[in-house]
Structure formats: structure tokens, C-alpha cells
């Protein structure tokens, strides 16, 4: 997969109880294949697979549900999907499994932080990986997200992490930033990452966004989880425009059609 051309879609699949938009509809391997499938055929550039909800309060599960819950999906998916597959995980164990499976890129919302075995792992396995900034958990994040500068802040941690990730033998070229829109994050902080994207260009590796039916947007436009396919399409548009290399979405058919106009539009080859 060649980055930094068109932009890329990552398909959301959660085999999950209680994840925000999507928990409880796929824990089943079969629908959950049909769901990977749809996304593959709708122009999905990779698909990113999640055991553990990561919404607001959510609360961690063992490493033993979260395998139990991805690894029959993955199975499944190695065999019969062509687009590379990402595991979303900060747990070395599980991401151990998922690689042996097959899979290509390990999704890290705590960055490498919370579990630093997981840097060796991935150097190991020249896995691609995604550094998302969250500033506290999960559970706590969005009690009083605050910032004296957030560009900066955000920056600096996304910084800090890809230098931790190359002090541990990861390549330049297997990182991918993420601010992490929603995590630690006020309506008025994400709106400020969004119209100052660019910013991030300095850090010279590309960029992928996960706004796909954000609370933020829901907050915006009003409508509960299942309406916010319009909001989510502006705000990638924005995204786009400020030249974001991967979009993380739940709906794939809609964003694809967004990329390909946009990226003619922007004459990207
Ligand atoms: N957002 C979610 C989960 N993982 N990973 C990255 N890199 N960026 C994101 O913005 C991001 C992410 C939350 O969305 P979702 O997976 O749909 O929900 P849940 O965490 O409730 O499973």
C-alpha cells in the first residue's frame, strides 16, 4: 500500500459488546466477514479490527476476551481478504496473535505507552503502525481535556512517540500519526485540530484521522449515533483538504466516493 497518493480508506470492523456506533453487531465471525467483505468491495484500503471499545468511560477487558473476541474474525479474514489488515490493540500479547495471523499493521491508541514491549514487537515483525495522542484513558479522557497549547502539545507527544518507536528499531517509514479526534478532546479542541491539520506536516510521516461519527459531530450537528454520516463526511472533507493520507471510517461506500472526488479535485495522481 502506497502511501501519500490517493487517500486511503480504513474500514472500521469492532467485534465488540459496546463499542459507540457498531458494538454488538459483529460478534458473530460470520457477519463479521460479511461486514469485512462489503468493506473490501465498497474500496476499503485496509481494515482495522477491534476487541476493546475505546469510547468515553469505557473500562479495559483481559487479554484473554479480547483474543477471544478478534482472533475467529482474523482467522477468518486472512484467508479470504486482500486488503492488509490492522489490529486495534496496545496490547503486545494480542497484537503477537494478530501478526501471527497475518495481520499487517497494529493500531495503538495509547501510542506505545501503555505497553513498550509492543515497540520491540512491531520492530520485529516491520509491522506499519499507527501513534494516536490521547491526553489520560479512556475512562477519565473527556472528564476535563485541557491544554495551554493544544497544536503544540499535541505535536510534541505525537513526536516524542515516533521517537520512542525508532529508539526501538522501528522504521521511519512503518509510522503513521493520529491527533485522535475525541480522545482527551473538547468540541472546541477538535475543531481547532481539524482546521489546523497542517500543522502535523512537520512531523514528516503520514497522517491518518478518525472522525467518522464523533460525538463532536453529533454535539454540532445534533442527531444521535446513527445520523452523523453527513457531519462525518464534512468534516473528512476538511480533513482531506488539508491533505490526510487515511481516513478512518465506519461507512465506507460514502467516504470512497468523498476520496475520489476530492483527491481529482486536488489532482492527486
Ligand atoms: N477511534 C476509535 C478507535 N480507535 N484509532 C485511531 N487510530 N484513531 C481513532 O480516532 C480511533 C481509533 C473510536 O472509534 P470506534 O472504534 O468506532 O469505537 P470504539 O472505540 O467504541 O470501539
Request: net charge positive; glycine share 8%; proline share 4%.
Amino acid at each position: 500500500m502506497k502511501l501519500g497518493f490517493e487517500t486511503k480508506i480504513m474500514g472500521v470492523l469492532n467485534v465488540t459488546p459496546d463499542s459507540f456506533s457498531d458494538g454488538g453487531l459483529y460478534l458473530d465471525p460470520g457477519l463479521a466477514e460479511e461486514c469485512a467483505l462489503r468493506m473490501q468491495i465498497e474500496g476499503a484500503h485496509i481494515l482495522d479490527i477491534g476487541g476493546e471499545s475505546s469510547r468515553p468511560g469505557a473500562f479495559m477487558v483481559s487479554t484473554k476476551e479480547e483474543l477471544r473476541r478478534i482472533l475467529p474474525v482474523i482467522k477468518r479474514l486472512s484467508k479470504k481478504i486482500k486488503i492488509p489488515l490492522s489490529v486495534d490493540t496496545y496490547k503486545t500479547e494480542v497484537a503477537k496473535a494478530a501478526i501471527q495471523e497475518g495481520v499487517s499493521m497494529v493500531n495503538d491508541i495509547f501510542a506505545l505507552r501503555k505497553n513498550k514491549p509492543l515497540a520491540k514487537l512491531i520492530a520485529r515483525h516491520k509491522t506499519a503502525v499507527v501513534l494516536m495522542h490521547m491526553q489520560g484513558t479512556p475512562a477519565t479522557m473527556q472528564k476535563k481535556p485541557s491544554y495551554k497549547n493544544l497544536l503544540q502539545e499535541v505535536s510534541d507527544y505525537l513526536y516524542n512517540a515516533s521517537r520512542f518507536a525508532r529508539d526501538n528499531g522501528i522504521s521511519e517509514e512503518q509510522i503513521i500519526l493520529d491527533p485522535g479526534f475525541g480522545f482527551g478532546k473538547t468540541i472546541g479542541h477538535n475543531l481547532a485540530l481539524l482546521h489546523e491539520l497542517d500543522f502535523f506536516e512537520k512531523l514528516n510521516h503520514p497522517l491518518l484521522v478518525g472522525l467518522s461519527r464523533k460525538s463532536f459531530i453529533g454535539h454540532l450537528i445534533g442527531g444521535d449515533v446513527s445520523n452523523r454520516l453527513n457531519g462525518s463526511l464534512a468534516a473528512a472533507s476538511a480533513a482531506i483538504l488539508s491533505g490526510v493520507h487515511i481516513l478512518r471510517v465506519h461507512d465506507v461506500l460514502a467516504h470512497k466516493e468523498l476520496t475520489l472526488l476530492l483527491d481529482a479535485l486536488m489532482d492527486k495522481k
